[in-house]
Structure formats: C-alpha cells, structure tokens
C-alpha cells in the first residue's frame, strides 16, 4: 500500500504496520522499553541492534519508533533513518559522525545558527575547521572548498534572512569533488521539494537530510525531535554508530505525537503557506517595511531558485513553510520595532514554528552575518511564522501593531 498510491499525503496516512492478531485501528500502538526481554540466552546473543531485525534495547529502537522512521522516510523519499531527541542534534550528530581532525566543513552564512555555532565552540577544539560560504553564490563555495573539505551544510531557504539557493548548484559542486553533502531540511520539510530527488528526474540527491521534526511534523509547538535521513547503508551506520554511542534516544510517547501527527502534516503545510503568502504580500503594501522575505515572492532573493525547485506543486501555485521575515524601515529604532513585537495580540514571541500558534521574533541582523548582505535592504529584521489562526485576524493584528508602533515617517 505504501508503495503504491501515488501521492504522499495518501501514503502517510495509509501505512504498513503490524497490529496483533484480530485487532485494527487507525493509529499503530505504542511501545515503551528501555528493557527488550529476550525469550533466552540463545536469542539474545543473536540478536543485532545496527540493522532492524530485532531488538535489542530501548535506546536502539522500539516497533513505535521503526515506525516513525519508516514514516519519515516515506515523507523524505529517503531509506534509512536515526532519531535524535532535537533538530539541533541531528546537525550535531551529522557533524560529529562525519568530521575528523584536520577536516573542514563548510556552512552557508544564512544557516540555522547553532550549526555554525556548534562548528566554533565544539567541532574547533577537536581540530575541525569550518567556513562560511555565500549560499547565493556557487562560485564562493567552490572557492571554499579545500583537499580538507569533508561536508558542506545546505540550507533552502536560509533560517530568519530566507534566501532560497541554487541548491542543484551547489550540490554539482560539492559531488564533482566526492564531497558529502548534508540538507537542514526542516523548512521544506519532505513537501516544497523532495531532497533525495532535487530535479524530479531521480538523478540529483543530497546524501544527508536532517530535519528539525519539532517543527511542522510535530505542529503542535510540543515535541523536540530531529530525524537525519540517507539513502547509503555505510554513511546511515556511520551516523547510527555515533549515535549509539553518545546514547541518544527519544521517548516512546514523543514518537506517538508525532506518529499522531503525520497524517495531517500536508494540509497543515498547506494551510501555513497560504496564509503566510497571503499575509506577507499584504506587508509588502504597508509604509514601514521596506522589504518582505518570502522566498515564493517575486523578487525576494533566491526567488527563481524556490520556482525551480517548489514551483510546480499545487498547479503551478507551488509550496513554501508558513515562515518569512520583513525588513523595517532603517530610520525607525529598535525600540519602536520592540513595541511592534509587543504590541502583537495574536502573534506571541517565541522561538521555533510549525505550530498553531503564530510566532513573531526580532533579530539583530548585523551579528548574524559574517558575509555581505547586499539583497538585504537596510533596516530592522522582524521574522513571522504563521500559524493555523484565521488569516484576516492575523492581518488585523499586524495591522494595529503596525499603527501603535510606526508613526508615518
Ligand atoms: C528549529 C530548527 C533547528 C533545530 O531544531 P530543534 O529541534 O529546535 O533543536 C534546526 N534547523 C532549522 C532550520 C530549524 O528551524
């Protein structure tokens, strides 16, 4: 079944599991273990925790959980998967499995910013050496690249600015070099563009995705849970044996939360896509911002980039993640950009999205980059992620928070 019906909103909902015998229902049941028992000495020494024909222990994975990954897979187009208890640990794990002293991994200057972090606190004084490329360049990538390089991190858009790359580019670039490549794939999320098949022709794939499942698989702002997803049986056992061996585990009730919220992951998608386009073409008429950052609007950066590789979806409306970011007017302070924040009803302020919740959060641009920003307009970044709400109360909202805040200039 899974393998057959031909769109993958069906698929995710109509899935192979195994229920005891003479009982069915929607949901698959959940397990809970650290113990697994094993029926006697002979069974347990046989027993193989890398691959999936038993289990072994609660931390290598329980039917609950192989079904989580099973799922995710279907949802990435991808063949193995290991679970992290965060998204920030599946970038950390890619990492941490994939570089050694001497070694260079190279991030563009737009990514989630713990990635780079993480590269300067953590992976530095293990002798790793990392650097920022311009992820709208190609050119400054292969620049970047050195005999050292061993990973490059994609990111389509950026985290908070939204440029959308030329991710066939670079990832061309990264395999003419044998480079592994690894996408933070949350904001695409398995459903703009699907990243083991970036051309839709089953020839381009990125080898590594990893996904903050806190976001829009969970949609409820509840769980944290990261996935990281290959098709390579040796690169997914590098990445399992790191895993084991830092103890990384997630509970049997977070992998239901997200099992209970699969099914309706591409509606909701959907519906976050909708009202924020709708909501962000609205900002771009209003006299205080002078910038929308929306990789699905004409002109945003990356634009033609994002038509490319999400345009074709939903006749030819295409799909983004309910998220984008304006730039204010440079001459308003950062105090009246504060009380704009504040002065959101609907819209509360606070980290992370994909939930029902619309989420508002200002960023200090200028100590986010390391690399010039010269598609950036000058001004006060204010990032929006849009949730389930009725779209015309959230405009309604931006629009007297717009007023108390910005006298006209
Ligand atoms: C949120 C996020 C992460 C980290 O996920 P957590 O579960 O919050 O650790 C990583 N990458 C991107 C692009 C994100 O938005």
């Not at 393998?3 to 599991?17: G, M, V």
């Not at 187009?77 to 965060?86: D, N």
């Not at 389509?156 to 592994?180: K, Y």
Request: net charge negative.
């Amino acid at each position: 079944m899974q393998d057959t019906a031909p769109h993958l909103s069906t698929r995710l909902i109509h899935h192979d599991y195994t229920p005891p015998d003479g009982f069915m229902a929607p949901a698959p049941a959940v397990h809970k273990a650290s113990t697994v028992i094993f029926p006697n000495v002979a069974a347990m020494r046989t027993r193989e925790w890398k691959d999936k024909s038993s289990y072994t222990y609660g931390l290598h994975g329980t039917p609950t959980t192989f079904t989580l990954e099973e799922r995710l897979c279907t949802l990435e187009g991808g063949l193995q998967c290991v679970l992290v208890p965060s998204g920030l640990a599946a970038i950390a794990t890619v990492s941490l499995a994939l570089l050694r002293s001497g070694q260079q991994v190279l991030i563009p200057d737009n990514a989630y910013g713990p990635n780079a972090s993480m590269a300067a606190a953590t992976l530095a004084p293990l002798g790793i050496k990392h650097a920022l490329y311009d992820p709208l360049n190609p050119a400054d990538l292969a620049a970047k690249i050195t005999p050292a390089t061993q990973l490059v991190w994609l990111e389509a858009p950026g985290s908070v600015t939204m440029e959308f790359p030329d991710l066939p580019a670079l990832l061309r670039i990264c395999q003419a070099q044998g480079i592994t490549t690894a996408l933070d794939n949350t904001w695409g999320a398995g459903l703009a563009f699907a990243p083991f098949d970036l051309e839709g022709d089953g020839q381009l794939a990125v080898d590594i995705s990893a996904h903050a499942l806190t976001k829009y698989p969970s949609g409820g702002g509840d769980v944290l849970m990261g996935s990281i997803i290959t098709r390579d049986p040796a690169l997914h056992l590098k990445i399992k044996l790191l895993h084991m061996h830092l103890g990384l585990g997630i509970g049997g009730n977070d992998a239901e939360m997200l099992l209970r919220s699969l099914p309706s992951m591409a509606l909701r998608y959907r519906a976050h896509d909708l009202a924020a386009r709708h909501l962000a073409r609205w900002l771009q008429q209003q006299p205080a911002v002078v910038q929308v950052l929306h990789p699905a609007l004409p002109g945003a950066p990356g634009h033609d980039h994002w038509q490319r590789m999400c345009g074709q979806a939903h006749h030819g409306d295409g799909a983004a993640a309910g998220l984008f970011s304006i730039i204010v007017d440079g001459r308003y302070s950062q105090q009246q950009v504060d009380t704009f924040c504040d002065s959101l009803r609907l819209f509360k302020i606070g980290y992370s999205w994909g939930g029902p919740i619309s989420l508002v959060m200002p960023y200090a641009l200028q100590a986010m980059r390391s690399l010039p920003t010269p598609h950036l307009r000058h001004g006060k970044l204010v990032r929006f992620s849009i949730g389930l709400e009725s779209v015309q109360d959230l405009q309604q909202d931006l629009a007297q928070a717009l007023e108390q805040a910005f006298v006209p200039l």
